[in-house]
Every structure is written in C-alpha cells, then in structure tokens.
C-alpha cells in the first residue's frame, strides 16, 4: 500500500504541472475560441452576458455544453437568441465542437469554408438567418463525421458543392429555402445515408435523375416550389421507408409512375402545382397509410377512383383545379378520419351525395363545378358531429332553393360562400348565431327580402358579400355592431332609405361597395371617422347633399359618385347651393290677446306677398326657360346638320327608321334590348363626357334611359373604315364576344361620316390610372395585381381562341371593375380596317411606346397573336414593378424589361416589386411572375409561349386556396 502512494505521489511530482499545464491551455482554447467568436456579434437580450473571459472553465456559459469526461466544449446551441452579426473564425479553435446550431437569428455574412477543420462535428444548423453568396465546396471537404446539416431559409446562391458528394454519413440534408440554381446532381443518390433531403424553395431546374432508389433509409423528401421538368423518377418507389414526398409547385408532367404504389408507408404525398396528366390512378388506395393527399392545380381526368375509399386515415384531401368528371364515389364514406375536403374548380356534376355532411369535415370546398340538384340538403338536419364545420364553400356551381332556416345551428362555422348559384328566397335570421364567422359571400344570387337586423349577432364579420341580388328594404344600422368589418358590398340589389350614419362606428372598414341601389338621401358627415378607407363606391343611387368634408372624401374618385346628380361638392365639379335660414314662426298661441288680429292680418299679408313673389318667379322662370329651348333647338339642328346625322333606335334587329329611307340618316343597333339616350343623342360628343382617348379614337361616357351607363367610341379610323356591310358584319361578330376579361360590345352606330362603339362601362378606370396616378391613394395589393394578371391572360388566352389578335395591348385598354377583375378593351378593332397596313398599326394603332413586340419594325414578319404575347409580358412587368414600360430619368432612359432582366441575373430581382407594397406580397409568386413576364416578352416570337400555357402556368404560381 505504501509503495501505491509513493508511486502516486512520485508521478504528481514529476508530471502533475504537466497535466495541468495541457488542461488549463485546453480550457484557454474554448474560452478564448468563445470569446473571440462574441466579440463579432450584437447581443441585444444580453443571452450572452454570462460569458466572462474570466472564467477557468466555460461549461456553466448559457448555450454551451461540455463533455464530463474531458471537459471540453462538444456543443454549442444559441438557436432564437436574436443574435446579429457574422460567424467568427474564433469558433475554430473549439477542437471538440460536435454540434453547432446558430438557428433562427439573424447572422450576416458567408458560411466559413475552413470549418471543415472541426474534424468532430456532427451537426451543423445555421438554418433562418441572413446569411449570403454560395455553399462553400470547401465546407464538405473533410465530412465523414457529418450526420446533420441545415442551410434552411436563409439568402444562399450558387449551385449545390460537388464536394458534398463523399459525405456518406449524411442522414439529414436542407438547403430549401434559398436561391440555389443549377440542376440537380446524379451523385446524390450515392448519399445512401440519407434519411431527409429538403431542397425545396430554391431556383433549381432540369430533371430529376433515376437512381434515387438506392436511398434505402430516405423517409421524408422534398423537392417543391423549384422549376424541375419531365417525368418524376420511375424507380422512386424502391424507396420503401418514404413517410412524406414533396414535388409540389414545379413543372413536372406525363403520368404517376405507377411504382408509388409500393410506397405503402407514406403518409404525406404532395404534387400540386405541376403539369401531370392522366387519370388518378385505382393504385391510390393502396397506400393506406397516407394522412394527406394534395394532386391540386394539375391536369388530372376522369372519374375519382373508388379505390379512394380505402384510406382511411386520410385527413386532408385536395384534387381542385384539374378536369377531373363524374361525381363523388360513394366509397369516400369509408374515409372517416377526413377533416379538409377541397375539390373545387373541376368539372364534377350530378346530385351532390348527402353522406358528404355527415362526415364530420371542418372544410368542404366544392366551388367552381356543375353540382345542379334542386335543393342541396337541408344543414339543419346534420348530426351534432358536423357541428364542427368551419369552411363551406358551394360557389359558383347551380345550387337553387331557399337557405335553410337553421343554419345558425353551424355554430363553428368561420366562411360560408354561396355565391354564383341560383338561390332564392330570404337571408334567415338565424345568421345571426354564427358568433365566429369572418367571411359571408351570398353574392351573385336570386335573393331577395332585406337584410335581417339580426346581422348584428354575427360579431365576427369581416367580409360581407351580398351584391348582385334582389335584396330591398334599408341597411340596417345594427350592422354597427360588427366592428371587425373590413369589407362590404351590397351593391347591384334594390335597396332603399339612406345610408345609417352608424357605419361609421365600422373603423377598420376599408372597402365599402353600395353602388347601383336605390338609397336617396346625404351621406353622414361621420363617414369622414372612418380613416382606413380605400374605396367607398355609391354610384348609381338617388344620393343628394353635400360631399363629407375630410379624410378620405377629400380624393374620393368621382367614378365613386357617379350617376348621383344631385350630390354637390368640388369632388363632383357641382356647387352646393348657399344656405338660407328658416323663416320667422310667430306663435299663434302669445299671452297677447290683444295684438291676436293684427298679427293674423299681417300673417295674410305675408303669405300673400309670397305667394305672389312665387307666381312670379315661376312665370319669368318658365319664360327664360321657353327662350332656353328655342335656342338649344336652334343650336342642335345647326350643329347637328354639321356633324353627324340623327340617331335611330332599334333593338337587335337591324332597323331604319328614317321618315324617308334617307340614306344620310343613322342608325343605332343595341345587341340587347331598346335604348335611347337619356341626354339626347346631341349631348354624347360632348367635350364635357370625354372620359378618354385611344389609337382608335375618343371615348365618352353617357347614361341610357334605362339607368345604366355606357361608354361611347368615337372612331377616329374613317378613312380606313370598310364599307357599311362590311362594318356591321365585323361588329356584329365582336358584339357575340362575351368572357369576364373581356368588355362587353353593346351595340354600335353608323353613318358614313361617323362611327360610334357603344361598350359597357367600367367606373374604376384604366389599369394605367391605378398604378400611376400620382394622385390616386389607391395602392393595389399583391393579391389584388396578381388577380389582374390573371384575368388580363384569361381575356387575351380567349381572344387567341377566337383567332383575334389584339395588337395594342396596353396598361390604358385595361380596364378594372370594382371587384379587381382586369377587362381588356379595344380588342379586334383592327378587323374594321380593309388591311393590315404597317404605316396604320405603327402610326395609328401601336402608338404606345414600350409594348410593341420588336418584329413590328419588320415589314417581311407575319404579324401574330405573338405580338400580343410581347405587349403581355411587358404589362406583367409594368403590374408588378408598378413602373412605366419607358421612363425618362434627368440622364437616362430606363427600359422596363431591360432593368428586371439585369436584376434578375444579379440575384436582386426582388427589389424590383413595387415599393408601395413594402414587402407585404409573395415573393414565391412575385418572382416566378416576372420571370414570366421576361419569357413573354423575349425578343423571338417562337420563344413566347401561347397565352393559353401562360394561363396554366399563372394557376400554377398562384398558392392553391385554403378557405
């Protein structure tokens, strides 16, 4: 025993300074390595403040997590500490560093390529910072150790390092979330280590290479929201450990390999947003593990399989936008765990099954299909189970019937959108229970009744829709009691009275549509309260008084008041008339008994010195007035006989009705229904109506006897005008042309000397007024511009159907109704010409700089609908960047599609969004929208996609709908 202890303490004499020598450098090394490396960041919520140089060991520091064995430093976890700054070479010298998780703070900078010197790391996590430029190849150099490595969401570029080939150890890659390029390397399958690959949300492209079955432990894989194409890989089902498969939003086409099928483990499959075709296959329902199947927005047929029915753990199932027929099997019953049904925007008819609400789901979305029995079954009738319903959407299908009068009883429901059907009958009271609904679009239907006081009770409301119906009595004013409103539209129905002055206890309202009713009165002045205000339309009412003074009412637009004659006000270039007091009342019933007969006297005096001031008043007035008509006869037969000649009024026959077939007489055809005009043909001209001018020429703005407003075209092209015949042929085929994206032709007149196009009327103005109207404090939103597109595709997409070739597409021939749908206008003009004469489509037509497609300037090039495609793309671009496609700076001259283009290839291209919109858009949409914008407007013809890819592709961007 005494030879142990001396043995002991001879080795403590000789080598014990030794020891504590190589611990005490050891421990300097973690300390100083930690120290350096928070020396180079900003600590705002002092996190770090424990961190003290000071100290002999750094194992109690917040964040770091030592090895009881050695005592050094193996982990260093700082994820959400709000840290800035950038990633400090001291963290080298922490030699024993396994783990590093920088997660979720906002660290600048590059990724450090010398870190592959930490010889033990394991897991790397930088994920949801700030960090820039590309994947160092160095990083991977030396990374057998690497288990965990995670890039996500942060502002990476480049393509994927080829040196991360030989990490064989990898079980956990993420790069998604960044703008990596390139395509995808076939080297990646020999990570056979590799049990979750997200490179999701990157810029990656080309096709996805086979081989991916020797990936035998991949469970999760996700490879969405990328610009891959082709096939996806045939031999992905040898991957039999797949849990969750993520191909969603890329451009992916040809049929699903039928080896999927062997994927029984998979609980997640996700393929949205791509170009596949073909039926949905019967195989489906044997993969029965799955929880969410989601094959939206794609270009899938036929019947719905029964196989379908087999999942029964299936939560969420999502078909819409495909072209998918038949109906419902009944099959689906079996799916009892189905919580989200969305098949809306296909082409399914039939009865709708009565199971599909006795399911229990939270969200049934069936809009956008031909559903046409007489009556959908009754909610009141649901078991208490369904109470549990939190979105209904049943738009825009052929439902008729009344509502039911308990659907009150859905007391957890959240949206409910009728709209677009054939429903008739009252709004129930019951609507009032819904405590929690934000969103109610009754819109577009056959009700009628008033609007039940008991609104009130829905407290939740933040869009109210009931436009387009037959709903009469007044506005009730309980709908003050619904302080969350945002939006509400009530426009197109029969209401009356005036409009409650407590709507302006509604503050957080921003667009209020009650235009084509028939309310009278003024306009409360407490409108002026309601300071969120972006548009406020009463057009088209019996509203009289004067304008509110202030806020928002300042710039109201006058389309916004339009067809309201008697409102007053700068706004409406009508002066109120000035205020007169009342007159003097003498009490009949005075304790002057003795002054009672004077006063009576004098009180007949006054009465009849009124009376006789009026009758003469009204004698000179009709006198003046007499003069007024015998001149104005006089002025219009002589400036009539001048300029155009009398109008004649048909329906949709063609009709003369000059007394005597005189040849010089006009003719006006409406292609629906009489009119006439309600200020006589002599005043359409007028300098006063002109509301706008064109390649083709003026346009005014008149209002039928009818009430409804119409713009008139005066065409400025007669010299090239074709004959008569030729003419009524050509607008008569343009008047048969009817598509939401397109305005409606109503009618036109003729003479030979004058040509008049009477379209409909569209208040809001041009898409050139919304986005560069200094004066406008309209700012569109991104959803708002991204609908615009849209709908400005789908109106081009159908004319190209028609074979009509628009040829001058321009941001001023973009009409926007008011609710945000994009009308084309002035399209197959060019038809009216006898020929395509270059010196006509240059000088007269394609006036307007910066949308002409550069083959235009070519004389031996075909004019085609690809020329439209080019003006297209340039409005894509002028849409989102809200700039001109030309402007002149003090020293340069900015060319819209050049400037995104530059951007786009610096890696900046989402500076170019508009500014007004603040960051507040979807850059996932944003970009691949302008991309677009660039293809369509590629100086080759042939490389411009026809609008009708364009449509789909656009569908495709747009993130699908989750109620």
Known sequence: MMQVQFILFLFLVLFGPLFVTSLDSAFNDDIMGLIVFKAGLEDPKGKLSTWNEDDYSPC???????????????????????????????????????????????????????????????????????LVGSIPDGFFQQCWSLRVVSFAKNNLTGKIPDSLSSCFSLANLNFSSNQ????????????????????????????????????????????????????????????????????????????????????????????????????????????????????????????????????????????????????????????????????????????????????????????????????????????????????LDLSSNAFSGELPSGIGGLSSLQVLNLSSNNISGSIPLSIGELKFLYILDLSDNKLNGSIPSEIEG?????????????????????????????????????????????????????????????????????????????????????????????????????????????????????????????????????????????????????????????????????????????????????????????????????????????????????????????????????????????????????????????????????????????????VNKLGKIRHQNLVALEGYYWTSSLQLLIYEYIARGSLHKLLHDDNSKIVLSWQQRFKIILGMAKGLAYLHQMNIIHYNLKSTNVLIDCSDEAKIGDFGLVRLLPMLEHCILSSKIQSALGYMAPEFACLTVKVTEKCDIYGFGILVLEVVTGKRPVEYMEDDVVVLCDMVRGALEGGKVEQCVDEKLLGNFAAEEAIPVMKLGLVCASQVPSNRPDMAEVVNILELIQCPSEG
């Open 180 to 391: 990596l390029q390139g395509e995808l390397p076939s080297w990646m399958w020999y990570l056979r280590g590799l049990q979750s690959l997200d490179l999701s949300n990157n810029l990656l492209e080309g096709e996805i290479p086979e081989g991916i079955q020797s990936l035998y432990d991949l469970k999760v894989l996700r490879l969405g929201k990328n610009s891959f194409t082709g096939w996806l890989p045939g031999d992905i089902g040898g991957c039999m450990l797949l849990k969750s498969i993520d191909f969603s939003d890329n451009f992916l086409s040809g049929k699903l390999p039928d080896s999927i099928q062997r994927l029984t483990s998979c609980t997640s499959l996700s393929l949205q947003g791509n170009l596949f075709t073909g039926g949905i296959p019967n195989w489906i329902g044997e993969l029965k593990s799955l929880e969410m199947l989601d094959l939206s927005a794609n270009r899938f047929s036929g019947w719905i399989p029964k196989s379908i029915g087999n999942l029964d753990l299936l939560s969420r199932l999502n078909l819409s936008r495909n072209q998918i027929t038949g109906n419902l099997p009944e099959s689906m019953v079996n799916c009892i765990m189905l919580l989200t049904l969305d098949i809306s925007h296909n082409h399914l008819s039939g009865l709708l099954p009565s199971w599909i609400f006795r399911m229990g789901l939270q969200s049934t979305l069936l809009s956008g299909n031909s559903f046409s029995n007489s009556r959908y079954p009754s909610l009141t009738s649901l078991p208490v189970s369904y109470h549990g319903l939190q979105v």
């Open 458 to 730: 829905a407290i939740s409301l933040s869009e109210l829709k009931l436009q387009k119906n037959f709903l009469g009595g007044r506005i009730p004013s309980q709908i003050k009691k619904c302080s969350a409103l945002n939006s509400l539209n009530l426009s197109h129905n029969k209401l009356i009275g005036s409009i409650p002055s407590p709507i302006a206890n509604l503050t957080n309202l921003q667009y209020v549509d009650l235009s084509w009713n028939e309310l009278s009165g003024s306009l409360p002045k407490e409108l002026t309260n309601l300071s969120q205000l972006l548009t406020f339309n009463v057009s088209y009412n019996h509203l009289q008084g004067e304008l509110p003074s202030g806020g928002f009412f300042n710039t109201i637009s006058p389309s916004y008041l339009s067809g309201n004659p008697l409102l007053c006000g700068s706004v409406v270039n009508h002066s109120c008339p000035p205020f007169h007091p009342k007159p003097l009342v003498l009490n009949p019933n005075s304790s002057y008994s003795n002054s009672r007969t004077s006063l009576h006297n004098l009180h007949h005096k006054v009465m009849l010195s009124i009376s006789v001031l009026i009758a003469i008043g009204a004698a000179i007035f009709i006198a003046i007035g007499v003069v007024v008509v015998i001149v104005l006869n006089i002025h219009v037969q002589s400036s009539m006989s001048r300029s155009a000649a009398p109008f004649a009024f048909t329906g949709g026959e063609d009709y003369n009705c000059s007394p005597a077939n005189d040849p010089n007489y006009g003719k006006l055809v409406m292609f629906s229904g009489d009119a006439d005009f309600a200020d006589g043909a002599h005043n359409l001209l007028n300098k006063g109506n002109e509301i706008g001018r064109g390649g083709f020429g003026v346009v005014y703005c008149t209002v039928l006897q009818d009430g409804n407003c119409v713009a008139i075209k005066k065409l400025t092209v007669s010299g090239f005008i074709k004959s008569q015949e030729d003419f009524e042929r050509e």
């Open 60 to 130: 109690n520091w917040v964040g770091v997590k030592c090895d009881p064995a050695t005592n050094r430093v193996y982990a260093l976890v700082l994820d959400g500490f709000s840290l800035s700054g950038h990633i400090d070479r001291g963290l080298l010298r922490l030699q024993f560093l396994q783990i590093l998780s920088l997660s979720r703070n906002n660290l600048t900078g590059t990724i450090n390529p010398d870190f592959h010197s930490l010889w033990n790391l394991q897991v790397v996590d930088l994920s949801e910072n700030n």
